[in-house]
């Protein structure tokens, strides 16, 4: 952001090297910043034990006002009623609101982290969207979510294995920001998440899908669709009249054919809107030949939505329908619902009965 001290947590290793060299320090001693910043999982904000060159470099360049850390104020902390969902509202430098959630499953756990502050994609049903956009986070911005969330699990000895970017926001309209942050976060010699265990999910990006195909980014690609026709997807996903159905179809066949990866279709279900048989067909057919896996997502409610969620049997016979075709389909567990941690939910609002709170660095 203009007017902002440039983040230490924006940078790459290399960066990083150069700048401490370049301020008189021995490149050697990145390395020691680098350890300090990503790979110690509970430690705080600020780096500790470095040697005392680096020290007096980095106090220097913050005191000068020249270079910042980007620490997290967390303005208010929920927790679910089963205990298995943490959602985080943080607050920025310059005072906008971002969530993060911390999504517990058997055996792992998954950061949801955001991208932007708001959207500006408008999906009608998602709660991110009704608020509109205000900007871009930085790559430190997206980076502390998820050293938040590792730091979070780690005082109860838990790991982080998971990140997606499922968040507030659309990754692929930030998208030199999110690759450089993801860089940072799959770096084997820092956070170590490898980019296997990353998803970035996008509705429909289609020259952005096109760039992650040509560079070989090695993340998970997610694509949310919601509707198998131009007029159907239309009346969900505002921007499909941006990127029609026809061109986002084509962009991800350029992606599987280019990368040979599965790609992650989310449908949220709304019942009368999406959730017959006849539309699980459609789907199929727009599914045809590629490596594809389905995400159903039951509908969660918004303020500003006045649909309802498909019923069980619906989803069920959808489920079973896109199976038949050999296509992979399961239903996502819901998780954080009653604090507004779903998916489609997160909207940077405080809770007015929230079952935990807090704010602190």
């Known amino acids: 952001m203009p007017g902002l001290p440039r983040s230490l947590h924006d940078s790459g290793f290399e960066e990083i090297e150069a700048a401490v060299e370049a301020g008189g320090v021995r490149a050697v001693h990145a390395a020691a910043l680098w350890t300090a910043l990503y790979c110690r999982p509970s430690a705080d904000s600020d780096p ?5 060159p680096l020290e007096r470099w980095l106090r220097t360049r913050q005191a000068a006002g020249d270079l910042t850390l980007d620490r ?8 679910s009623g089963d205990d298995r ?16 959630v911390i ?6 756990f998954t950061a949801c982290v955001s991208t932007q502050a708001g959207c500006a994609m408008g999906c009608v049903f998602c709660a991110t969207g009704q608020m509109g956009f205000s900007r871009h986070l930085r790559p430190g911005e997206i980076v502390m979510q998820v050293l938040h969330a590792r730091r979070e ?3 109860g000895g838990e790991r982080l294995r998971n990140v997606v970017l499922m968040g507030m926001g659309e990754p692929l309209h930030n998208y030199d920001a999110v690759m450089k942050a993801l860089e940072i976060v799959s770096d084997p010699h820092g956070m170590n998440i490898g980019p296997g265990h990353i998803t970035v999910n996008t509705v429909g990006v289609a020259p952005a899908i096109l ?3 040509h560079e070989r980014r090695p993340f998970n690609l997610g694509v949310s669709l919601h509707g198998s026709t131009e007029a159907e997807r239309a009346d969900l996903v505002p921007v499909s009249q941006r990127w029609p159905l026809a061109e986002l179809m084509a962009a991800c066949r350029v992606y599987s054919a280019e990368t040979d990866r599965k790609i992650f279709f989310a449908w949220t279900l709304i019942a009368g809107i999406n959730d017959t048989p006849g539309h699980a067909v459609r789907l199929t057919r727009l599914l045809a030949g590629l490596r ?8 969660n409610a918004t303020p500003g939505y006045a649909g309802r969620d498909a019923a069980d049997a619906a989803a069920d016979v959808f489920r079973s329908t896109v199976q038949s075709a050999e296509i992979p389909c399961t239903i996502r567990q819901r998780r954080g619902i009653d604090v507004a941690a779903g998916c489609g939910q997160l909207s940077a609002a405080r809770l007015s009965r929230p079952r935990a709170a807090s704010a602190r660095r």
């Open 48 to 52: 500790r034990d470095l040697p005392a």
């Open 211 to 213: 760039r992650m195909a």
């Open 153 to 155: 699990l780690a005082l």
């Open 85 to 100: 969902t943490r959602k985080y509202l943080l607050r920025l430098s310059d005072g906008q609101q971002i969530e993060t």
């Open 292 to 299: 594809a896996h389905v995400n159903l997502i039951r509908l």
């Open 103 to 108: 999504m517990g499953y058997p055996g792992r």
């Open 72 to 79: 997290p104020v967390v303005a208010e902390s929920t927790v």
